[in-house]
Each structure stands twice: as C-alpha cells, then as structure tokens.
C-alpha cells in the first residue's frame, strides 16, 4: 500500500453557503452583505416573523410541539432576551385595540414587512443570533396560530 499525503481539509461553512442552503433547503429569500458576512432576508407574502421575550418564547414552543405543530425555526437572540419564530405569513391584521395592547404590552411584535436577520456562520464575538431551533426546510407554522398561542398564555386583553 502505497501512502499517501493528500490533507483533507474541514469543511468549513461561509455566509454564502448557508445563505444558499436558506434558500434551496428552506425556500427563504435570503442575501448576503459581502462586507460583514451578515444574512438577511426580507418577510413579505410567504414569509413572516413574530418575536417575543424569551420566557413567553419557551412556554410557546412547547406548547406548539405539544400540538404537533414541527418542526419550529427559532432565532435568539441572546443579548436581547427574545426569540423570533418564522412563521407562514398568514397574519391579518389585528384591529382590535384590546389585542393590540395586549400584545405591545408583552412585547409581541409582528414583522410582516422588512429585514429579518438569520443567524451566520461568521464568527459573532458577541453572539447576537443563534438558533433555537434551526430551520431545517420549508415548514413554518401559520402565524396566526403563533400569535393566538402566545396571547393564550399571557393576561386577558381588557375591553
């Protein structure tokens, strides 16, 4: 047997190649800024998002698993205390002013247009997006069973 010196490299994974995973695995419309390594994509009418605080984020994962409804693509965002959920982009809008409080008030926030960041595998000395759950393929939940799940857990709206 003859040896040989051929060195394996590792696999190491750049913006552009998770960013194309994004799109191809996970159908997500991303883009990569070439200056920062930093992916992005931006919600419209497949795609949405809902964030919440960390603590009211975990009793709505488990609750959503516990129905069934997996698998979840989940950001943190560490620093903030917050997770965001992608979600189906399903969400009418929400005219009432007691469910609208309700959910200001718990910090729930509906992103149905503009920039969400993905997380990267650029190094992140300060850890600003990491998965929870990562995305994995096309399934998102609908949004509106996100944000019906998370105003079942949080104090009733007032009239």
């Not at 693509?73 to 469910?99: C, E, K, N, Y």
Request: some cysteine.
């Amino acid at each position: 047997m003859t040896p040989t010196n051929t060195r394996v490299q590792p696999f190491t994974e750049s913006p552009r190649s998770r960013s194309e995973f994004y799109r191809r695995i996970c159908s997500l419309p991303t883009v990569v800024d070439p200056q920062t390594g930093r992916i992005t994509m931006t919600a419209g009418s497949l795609v949405a998002a809902v964030m919440m605080p960390t603590g009211l984020a975990q009793q709505v994962k488990n609750s959503l698993e516990t129905r069934g409804v997996t698998p979840l693509s989940i950001i943190g965002h560490p620093r903030a205390g917050m997770w965001t959920f992608l979600v189906r982009a399903d969400m009418q809008p929400i005219d009432d002013p007691g469910v609208v409080a309700q959910l200001w008030h718990a910090r729930v926030v509906v992103i149905r247009d503009g920039h969400i960041a993905l997380p990267s595998p650029v190094p992140d000395s300060q850890v600003i997006r990491t998965w929870i759950s990562p995305a994995t393929g096309t399934f998102r939940p609908s949004g509106e069973v996100v944000i019906e799940c998370a105003r079942a857990l949080l104090p009733k709206a007032r009239p």
